[in-house]
Nanobody
Framework: QVQLVESGGGLVQPGGSLRLSCAASGTIFDLDPMGWYRQAAGKQRELVASITSHGSTNYADFVKGRFIISRDSAKNTVYLQMNSLKPEDTAVYYC?????????WGQGTQVTVSS
């Protein structure tokens, strides 16, 4: 079993920044990949960014150049640095991780971008 706990969401003005964290616990050896998804009200959940155990990253087009995903294997934590935030980034952000073919989700953290 894998437990994922997100933190770092909140309210921010357009153009601002936030950093999300996702701490993994349990059977966490070889979690690969880890990533962030988001779900806005009335919309489907979508991939934001992912990172493999070797550090390879993948970003959705709508966050390229603004968001950075990183991973601290010693702390079993994945981060999402979000810069130049826009109102359309408002959503619940979910941490995701795979252990073999089994996928796990965190409980989500709300990010609201508004003036």
């Amino acid at each position: 079993q894998v437990q994922l706990v997100e933190s770092g969401g909140g309210l921010v003005q357009p153009g601002g920044s936030l950093r999300l964290s996702c701490a993994a616990s349990g059977t966490i050896f070889d979690l690969d990949p880890m990533g962030w998804y988001r779900q806005a009200a009335g919309k489907q959940r979508e991939l934001v960014a992912s990172i493999t155990s070797h550090g390879s990253t993948n970003y959705a087009d709508f966050v390229k150049g603004r968001f950075i995903i990183s991973r601290d294997s010693a702390k079993n934590t994945v981060y999402l640095q979000m810069n130049s935030l826009k109102p359309e980034d408002t959503a619940v952000y979910y941490c995701n991780a795979y252990l073999g073919y089994s996928g796990y989700w965190g409980q989500g953290t709300q990010v609201t971008v508004s003036s």
